[in-house]
T-cell receptor
């Protein structure tokens, strides 16, 4: 079965330190990969995506993510965390193959709560 | 600017009542989705649509229905509200391309008492 795992429910990091939020997936072939962020009482906002090409993808607010095909991972990173980065982060994948119907649905991880401490 | 809006933002209803949550997008996207978000479950897909007159069941569709009469709107109806349907509901839309990202509404917090 297709699935996305975010192994850490919560990540704590000090402001100014680098952060990593982990995501691994089990999807056939080479899926499209996405990261979204959710601030309190808000909807999800798109951060970045991997479609093809360079394995290191840069996105909004200084975030980047690295696609690793052999490890089926797409970890979210930021070199220097800000207190304002504290939020809930979701990883999602979409099957690149399959029929036209199935390949438009996203498969979601359960989310990781990031807390950046001043 | 294009956007996706949900209404109401908050709703309290009684068990057994029919409730409709509105979702309106001005992106001109073909794809629209309804999710519910609950602690420990992440986002779960309720229904989705790939275009006008097209609707499909997601993983938690029991007790919910949708209709797509135009591109802009995908209302979600709870036929007979149950306490188990107390949740935060999110509508999303995306372009038809498989690599397209989804855009989310701000959510509706529904409480069934």
């Amino acid at each position: 079965a297709q699935s996305v795992a975010q192994p850490e429910d919560q990540v704590n990091v000090a402001e100014g330190n680098p952060l990593t939020v982990k995501c691994t997936y089990s999807v056939s072939g080479n899926p499209y990969l996405f990261w979204y962020v959710q601030y309190p009482n808000r909807g999800l906002q798109f951060l970045l995506k991997y479609i093809t090409g360079d394995n290191l993808v840069k996105g909004s607010y200084g975030f980047e993510a690295e696609f690793n095909k052999s490890q089926t991972s797409f970890h979210l990173k930021k070199p220097s965390a800000l207190v304002s980065d504290s939020a809930l982060y979701f990883c999602a994948v979409r099957d690149r193959g399959g029929n036209a119907g199935n390949n438009r649905k996203l498969i979601w991880g359960l989310g990781t709560s990031l807390a950046v401490n001043p | 600017d294009a956007e996706i809006t949900q209404s109401p933002r908050h709703k309290i209803t009684e068990t057994g009542r029919q409730v409709t949550l509105a979702c309106h997008q001005t992106w001109n996207h073909n794809n629209m989705f309804w999710y519910r978000q609950d602690l420990g479950h992440g986002l779960r897909l309720i229904h989705y649509s790939y275009g006008v007159q097209d609707t499909n069941k997601g993983e938690v569709s029991d007790g919910y229905s949708v209709s797509r009469s135009n591109t802009e709107d995908l209302p979600l109806t709870l036929e007979s509200a149950a306490s188990s349907q107390t949740s935060v509901y999110f509508c999303a839309s995306s372009d038809s391309g498989a690599g397209a990202e989804a855009f989310f509404g701000q959510g509706t917090r529904l409480t069934v008492v």
